[in-house]
């Protein structure tokens, strides 16, 4: 499968999914660091993707939503922003009801099938 | 011309900011201090006005394209219409340290 498919599965078949530089468990990038720690907050799961882990998405996710940073959000198929944009959603209150509204419309989703 | 000076006059240029700061902040990174790779941005400029953040990033992140292709690899940005800069009270968030992940790129 070409990278960009690959990606492209990853961001519509995950409610929330981080790209990210580490683990949340062992980030290994400050920026990555802080926003995944922001998502945490939230609790809802979500998926991750290390993109340390995996070179060739490390090197064209870039252009997947033409986004030249680590780390990448996104909710509901739609690139939400890197840190500083997750940081601040997270500061006005507005990041978790958006995760938690993505994660149950995912759970309706799935329960419908 | 350095990074920094080359970012400042093109946001100059292109957003007529009310308050510009840009910090070079590679040192607090896993680079040479001379790297330039990674930078802070504090953008106050009437031009965001009625712009979602996303927006604005990646308004900078355009005026800024070439400066990514030549090792910029890091950008912090805070971007705020004037009114919204008065609201927090007139500063930048600090940046988080380095966890050691810069020298994979």
């Not at chain 1, 870039?62 to 500083?84: H, K, M, N, S």
């Not at chain 2, 504090?42 to 992140?61: D, P, Y």
């Not at chain 2, 394209?65 to 609201?87: D, M, R, V």
Request: charged share 20%.
């Amino acid at each position: 499968m070409d990278v960009l498919e690959r990606i492209d599965e990853q961001v519509k078949g995950n409610a929330v999914v981080i790209y990210m530089k580490g683990t949340p468990q062992f980030p290994q990038c400050g920026f990555s660091m802080r926003a995944v720690q922001a998502l945490q907050e939230c609790g809802v799961p979500f998926a991750y993707v290390n993109v340390l882990q995996d070179p060739e998405i490390f090197e064209h996710l870039p252009r997947y939503a033409d986004w030249p940073t680590f780390p990448q959000l996104y909710i509901d198929g739609e690139l939400v922003g890197g840190c500083d944009i997750t940081l601040e959603l997270h500061a006005s209150g507005e990041l978790r009801p958006m995760v938690e509204q993505a994660a149950a419309r995912a759970e309706g989703g799935a329960a419908a099938r | 011309m350095n990074r920094r000076t080359r970012i400042e006059n093109r946001l100059r240029e292109a957003l007529e900011p009310l308050h510009l700061d840009v910090v070079d902040e590679s040192y607090m990174h896993a680079v040479t201090p001379d790297a330039e790779s990674h930078f802070k941005l504090l953008v106050v400029s009437e031009a965001f006005a009625g712009q979602a953040l996303i927006e604005r990033h990646r308004t900078i992140n355009t005026l800024l394209a070439e400066e990514f292709e030549q090792g910029l690899h890091a950008l912090s940005q805070h971007t705020w219409t004037p009114e919204e800069w008065h609201e927090k009270g007139g500063v930048a968030p600090q940046s988080p340290p380095c966890q050691g992940g810069s020298g994979a790129a």
